[in-house]
């Protein structure tokens, strides 16, 4: 059975963080709030605990998992050859959704967190709850999002519940998160560093602080070095097309699908009232409005987007994935 504890207000949260600490302690899984989405934590040296990561989300063994610390000095004990860029990097954005890809000390983590990789994704990240969790625990937590793996990342303890129920311990509920996408990905193994997955802290935010960075999508004909990125992600069951923000467009694609019989539901900010269902689209919406269209009997959503995409941006990306890149026509 799975037990969801309200962390906030919670009249004994030390009762709360002892329970979640001795779960880990003795190698299960607690989820618990950041403030990308949740996370399904373990203890990163026990590879047991590790592995019931990957069976509780159905997730292939190749993927690495992010590792989370409570503070840069914790960081450290854990990484080597650290980059003088990564400490400024560390500096100016933890604790914050900043995952850092280091070379790994030999042997800190289990196996499978790092699918056998030199490096590790590291990351201090800032909310209340992940922080007093960390500190209290005291080793590191591999915490990939909470979701089945392929579904949308869960902002809220009852996406989490959703997925997890039966399958893991607890879920510490930290309400919803404030960011709604996973942290930017930064792969700092290399020089200049490559953003392997865009998030809230954008290229030019990383720019101002450590110079020149790339997109790892705009690097040409080379094999993925984030391993996650060969999977579709954050898909909900009913398939996703992306149309251009247009208002008539939308309209007429509206209509020609309900001519067809079919249902359609509508992601976007301004509001469709033809549509058989509408959800709000932003970064902090987005999976909620997927996961509420799972809810729906729409047979296909129509995600509204600019047409002019823009690579560094971390909503369209998640857009772009979730409907396999796929354009309403
Ligand atoms: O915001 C987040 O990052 C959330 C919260 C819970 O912290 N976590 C998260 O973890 O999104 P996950 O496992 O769903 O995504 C981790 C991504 C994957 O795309 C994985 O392939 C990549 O980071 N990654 C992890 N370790 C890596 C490594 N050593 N080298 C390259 N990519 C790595
Ligand atoms: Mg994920």
Known sequence: ETEIVLVDSSVNKEETYSQAVEILRNGDIVAFPTETVYGLGADATNPQAVEKIFTAKGRPSDNPLIVHVDSKESALNWVQNVPAKAIQCMDA?????????????????????????????IR????????DLLARVNVPIAAPSANTSGKPSPTLAEHVYHDMAGIIPLILDGGQTTIGLESTVLDMTSEPPVILRP?????????????????????????????????????????????????????KAIQHVQKEGKKVAVLSTADF??????????????????????????????????????????MMNRLEKAADHKWFS
């Open 273 to 314: 009232p033809v549509a058989d269902y509408h959800f709000p689209l932003s970064a902090e919406t987005l999976y909620d409005s997927l996961r509420k269209c799972d809810q729906t009997d729409a047979d296909l959503i129509l995600a509204t987007v600019s047409t002019a995409p823009n690579r560094s941006d971390a």
């Open 93 to 121: 954005f933890w604790p914050g959704a900043l995952t850092i890809i280091l070379e790994s000390k030999p042997g800190a983590f289990a196996e499978n967190v790092t699918a056998n990789l030199k490096t590790v994704g």
């Open 199 to 251: 998030g809230k802290i954008t290229k030019e935010d990383l720019e101002l602080v450590i110079g020149t960075v790339r997109l790892s999508s705009e690097i040409q004909g080379n094999a993925p070095k984030s391993p996650g990125m060969k999977y579709i992600h954050y898909a909900p069951d009913v398939p996703v097309y992306l149309i251009e923000n247009d208002e008539a467009l939308v309209g």
């Open 124 to 131: 201090v990240p800032n909310h209340r709850v992940a922080l």
